[in-house]
Structure formats: C-alpha cells, structure tokens
C-alpha cells in the first residue's frame, strides 16, 4: 500500500491552533471542537508522564475523535459488501488498530507547530471542512492540511485528512481495491493482519 504524503495523519491531534479568520456560527461548533480537541493532545504531550502513558491516552483521544468504523468502509467501498459477515468485523477492527498504530506513536515527531484555520466550511450531511496551514519554523514553509468533519447528534468527529491536496481515505480506497483486485478480499485481510502485527511491533 502507499505511504500517505503527510508526515504524521490528523495534525490537528497533535499541534495548537490559532484561528485566522472569524466564523459564522453555523460553524463556530468545529472550530471548538478543533481547539479544544488541540488543547488536550497537546496538554498529554507536554506533560511530565512516560511515553508509554502518554501514548495510552492519546489512542483513546484518537479512538473517541476518529471515526474509523466509517472509514474503514469508505476505504474498502463495494468489496466492503462483498466481505463474509466474520471478515467485515475482523477488518473493521483491523483498520482500526491500522490507523491508531500507525500515527499516534509518532507524537514524538512533534517540535512546536501550530496550526493555523484558514477557513471552516459547511457542506452537506452535517460535514465540515476545516481548511489549514501547519505553521512551522520561520525557515520552513507553511504546509496545507485539511481536514473533514461530521457531526452527529451534537458531536463531532474526525473522518478525513486532505494534505497537499491528497485525501487520506481516497488514497487507502484506491490502494485497498489494487489489492483485492490482485489478490483477493482473503489475501488482503492475511496482508492487514501482518501489517497491524508489524506496527504493533515497533511500537
């Protein structure tokens, strides 16, 4: 599979954000839950805890943020449907620990960005798009990244990373299917399992 482009998925998780411009209260909502989504990763990555509880905490910042159910259908599309009922739950929980251990352990990456809100907007079925530059040191260029939101019965979540103007889950979907085209839905669950293992691994 691809490697994504950014450096570390979901910046929002792991810098401060400052906002840019104003926004309208129809997306005022976001941007809080932007901000104080910021605030707290960055209240477990500077504090005096070990790595090893730091990284706790944020997998279950990651997990109550992230919306990997929906992703992980979205990225497998009509193969998603075409899983055995066992093989849905065993992928749905597979992506899961995908996501979560290939980016939160990289929280050690992070030297003081910031992140800075360009502009929210509100499309349709309750999704935002939060658009972003990742500020960083004065020799650096600013970075764009992106990010798409859905709120549900008064919450939000994270469902989607646009950085350079590549889309996380639409990459992983034209990977995914490569695979399964190539191999099949068996061998592609076998190839995730191994995957996940490795990640665990190193973490």
């Known amino acids: 599979m691809k490697r994504f482009s950014p450096t570390a998925f979901l910046l929002v998780l792991f810098v401060g954000v400052f906002a ?3 926004v309208s209260a129809a997306t005022d909502g976001a941007r809080n839950f932007v901000q104080s989504l910021s605030n707290e990763v960055i209240g477990v990555i500077e504090s005096k805890s070990s790595d090893s509880a730091k990284s706790d905490k944020l997998k279950e910042i990651f997990l109550r943020s992230v919306d990997t159910d929906w992703m992980s259908r979205f990225v497998m599309g009509a193969n998603y449907r075409a899983l ?3 093989q849905k739950q065993e992928y749905t929980n597979l992506y899961k620990d995908f996501l979560v251990y ?3 352990p990289r929280f050690k990456e992070y030297t003081g960005e910031k992140l800075k809100i360009i502009n929210i907007r509100e499309d349709k079925n309750n999704e935002f798009f939060v ?3 990742l500020v960083r040191s004065s020799d650096k260029p600013a970075v764009r990244v992106d990010y798409r939101l859905r709120q549900k019965d008064g919450s939000y979540k994270l469902i989607d990373i646009i950085g350079e103007g590549v889309s996380l889950i639409t990459t992983q979907r034209s990977d995914f299917a490569g695979v399964i085209s190539r191999q099949g839905s ?5 190839m995730l399992t191994e995957r996940v293992k490795n990640l665990k691994a190193k973490s």
């Open 186 to 190: 068996d061998a592609f669950i076998k």
């Open 20 to 22: 840019a411009t104003p």
């Open 84 to 86: 055995k009922d066992g």
């Open 131 to 133: 658009q972003t530059e």
């Open 102 to 104: 290939s980016y939160v």
